[in-house]
């Protein structure tokens, strides 16, 4: 069992940056890739960024490549996400996501675990 819990979310205004963190419960971590999704009002969720328990397979969605940062301490039981440039279309609601498979499965909806979510709000 995996519990996550997100921080860091909130009010920005657009072309500024926000930290995301997600703290995950249990020893076993590392064994899970992480991800994060988003879901704006009224739209279905979205794929944001995933990376494998060792840090070599990174993914974006083509909407967040170049502005979106994931990373993870695997020490500290942590996924980050850091955003910058961020656009009003980037208001959502922000899940981070653990899958015991690849991080391409994760990418591709393969979730097992899902946190409750933190908001993100880009003012334009």
């Known amino acids: 069992q995996v519990q996550l819990v997100e921080s860091g979310g909130g009010l920005v205004q657009a072309g500024g940056s926000l930290s995301l963190s997600c703290a995950a419960s249990?020893?076993?971590?590392?064994?899970?890739?992480m991800g994060w999704f988003r879901q704006a009002p009224g739209k279905e969720r979205e794929f944001v960024a995933a990376i494998s328990r060792s840090e070599n397979r990174i993914y974006y969605a083509e909407s967040v490549k170049g502005r979106f940062t994931i990373s993870r301490d695997n020490a500290k039981n942590t996924v980050y996400l850091q955003m910058s440039s961020l656009k009003s279309e980037d208001t959502a609601v922000y899940y981070c996501?653990?899958?015991?498979?690849?991080?391409?499965?994760?990418?591709?909806?393969?979730?097992?675990?899902r946190g409750q979510g933190t908001q993100v709000t880009v003012s334009s």
């Open positions: 249990g020893r076993i971590f590392k064994t899970y890739a």
């Open positions: 996501a653990a899958g015991d498979g690849t991080s391409w499965e994760l990418r591709s909806g393969r979730i097992d675990y």
